[in-house]
């Protein structure tokens, strides 16, 4: 009768203790969790309709019930505007009567004067000067005009960018001589969040009113970090066209006080050089038993910067022809904020005829953008018809099959 006994203490003791070991470990992943900068959470808001994180996850959609839109209501000041979002059109956009800037308070109480003086209060001498050192040919060309604020919410840790408008923009359709416009706004160095704002057709004082909100960036690490503005002109048959960029460094913006409001002279594109795109290593080796081209994307060295960051997220895009028709494409995985990237990634084709002469492979290097088309850095061509380097390299590995040839390539214009 003892041994049961004593048994069943034991287990006793044993449950109670692997339970207490299993809630303590849950305690202490918690901890490091909440301990860890959380990851920033992106939330947009458009002309007085708010999206907070605890409702991201809600399956309920604005205004679910009359209770919430009652207290919507009420809460919202008078001089706020209203937005119906059933009233948009196919594109994304409001009536015309709607899209008229008509119920901005901070813009209609707020003068150029009062914006220049904010601007004068809270932004570094560096900033002042880069803006004051305008070339006169960016002087003779105006491109208008941005109109925007800031403003860090310390109870939510969240930072706050509400893109207001845009004056005097340039018209890029020569007929009806206006513009589609609309912004992307990215943050950098990280680029991890890229947004933008909706089109407005047909305008070039275009009044956006759009509310941008980035949750879990610490309030020290505001001033590492810029505001990189993008302006465009939607264009339906082809690639939309750049108007111009504004670049915001945060460093010496003092945001502690409440929101601040901020106006900034669009200026050209920083545009890259055709020439220096970069260096591409790649390796092959023609199977003339199997029919069969292994290609190993190994390195890329130089690549020059896509963006006012400095750094791109290259990957390779590997493309295999016959007879100028592709039949076959690969890619490498993305390498992040680097101009010097490590591939190391094999790839293997079949041959669909006997022999390489109406074989081409094209390598198209390109900068990833979430928030945009990805733009090309640089292009390499191997082929029995290529010229320089990609022709020699290709002649090699027709001459010397089963032997894996690796050559470095300059990159050609995209």
């Not at 594109?91 to 901070?106: L, V």
């Not at 840790?157 to 007929?175: C, S, T, Y």
């Not at 960029?245 to 106006?263: N, Q």
Request: one cysteine or more; hydrophobic letters at 35%.
């Amino acid at each position: 009768d003892e041994i049961p006994t004593v048994v069943g203490i034991f287990s006793a003791f044993g449950l109670v203790f692997s339970v207490s070991l299993f809630a303590w470990i849950c305690c202490q992943r918690k901890s490091s969790k909440s301990n860890k900068t959380p990851p920033y959470k992106f939330v947009h808001v458009l002309k007085g309709v708010d999206i907070y994180p605890e409702n991201l996850n809600s399956k309920k959609k604005f205004g679910a019930d009359d209770k919430s839109e009652a207290k919507n209501k009420s809460a919202m000041p008078k001089n706020s505007l209203h937005l119906d979002l059933e009233k948009r059109d196919l594109n994304g956009n409001f009536p015309k009567t709607t899209t008229k800037m008509q119920g901005s308070p901070d813009l209609e109480n707020s003068s150029p004067k009062h914006f220049a003086e904010r601007k004068k209060d809270s932004v570094s001498p560096d900033s002042l000067k880069s803006i004051t050192s305008l070339s006169s040919e960016e002087k003779q060309d105006k491109l208008g005009t941005l109109f925007f604020s800031l403003e860090y919410n310390f109870e939510k840790k969240a930072f706050v960018v509400n893109i207001k408008e845009a004056r005097g923009l340039p018209a890029m359709d020569e007929q009806s001589m206006t513009s589609d416009p609309y912004i992307k706004m990215t943050i950098l160095p990280e680029k991890k969040h890229k947004v933008k704002t909706r089109v407005l057709r047909k305008t070039l004082d275009p009044a956006f009113d759009e509310t941008f909100t980035f949750y879990g960036i610490p309030y020290s690490q505001i001033q590492d970090l810029t505001l990189h503005f993008m302006v465009l002109s939607f264009d339906r048959f082809s690639r939309d066209d750049v108007i111009g960029e504004v670049l915001i460094p945060l460093a010496g913006i003092e945001l502690s006080e409440g929101r601040l409001l901020m106006d900034r002279e669009i200026i050209k594109r920083n545009v890259r050089k055709s020439s220096g795109r970069g260096e591409l290593l790649v390796s092959l080796c023609y199977q003339s038993t199997t029919n069969t081209l292994t290609v190993v994307v190994l390195k890329a060295r130089h690549l020059p910067k896509s963006d006012v960051s400095g750094l791109s997220d290259p990957y390779v895009k590997v493309n295999l022809y016959h007879a100028k028709k592709r039949i076959s494409k690969k890619k490498t995985h993305v390498k992040k904020c680097t101009p010097n990237a490590v591939f190391n990634e094999l790839f293997v084709f079949d041959i669909p005829c006997e022999g390489l002469d109406d074989i081409s492979i094209e390598f198209l290097v390109l900068d990833s953008d979430r928030g945009s088309r990805n733009e090309v850095i640089g292009r390499l061509t191997l082929g029995s018809s290529a010229e320089g380097t990609g022709g020699e390299h290709w002649k090699e590995i027709c001459e010397y099959p089963r032997r894996q040839i690796a050559k470095w390539h300059m990159l050609c214009d995209g």
